[in-house]
């Protein structure tokens, strides 16, 4: 079973920029697509990115497109989310997330097997 646990989150003033990582226990980390996803307060979590398992393909929401870019590395266990030019409303709790069924959904939060804990993202204005 892997577990995940992210980190990297914090404050940053408008137009900054954050990398988070979440590294993954055990040894089958390439077995899984990764996710990252985002839940604001008063609102559902939605998701951010995704990677497949040898980072072939990237997925992004187009509210983060050009700005965010998602990678992993098989080799350390972990995927990284590089943000760039934060904004206000990408303040929230950031969660990444495992899948290890081929062919689900990489978009819906429901497909996912594991889930890391969650850090939370402040962008200032």
């Known amino acids: 079973q892997v577990q995940l646990v992210e980190s990297g989150g914090g404050l940053v003033q408008a137009g900054g920029s954050l990398r988070l990582s979440c590294t993954a226990s055990?040894?089958?980390?390439?077995?899984?697509?990764m996710g990252w996803f985002r839940q604001a307060p008063g609102k559902e979590r939605e998701f951010v990115a995704a990677?497949?398992?040898?980072?072939?393909?990237?997925y992004y929401a187009e509210y983060v497109k050009g700005r965010f870019t998602i990678s992993r590395d098989n080799a350390k266990n972990t995927v990284y989310l590089q943000m760039n030019s934060l904004k206000p409303d990408d303040t929230a709790v950031y969660y990444c997330?495992?899948?290890?069924?081929?062919?689900?959904?990489?978009?819906?939060?429901?497909?996912?097997?594991?889930w890391g804990q969650g850090t939370q993202v402040t962008v200032s204005s």
């Open positions: 997330a495992a899948l290890s069924r081929r062919g689900g959904s990489f978009y819906s939060s429901d497909q996912y097997d594991l």
């Open positions: 055990g040894r089958t980390f390439s077995n899984y697509d």
């Open positions: 990677i497949t398992r040898v980072g072939v393909r990237t």
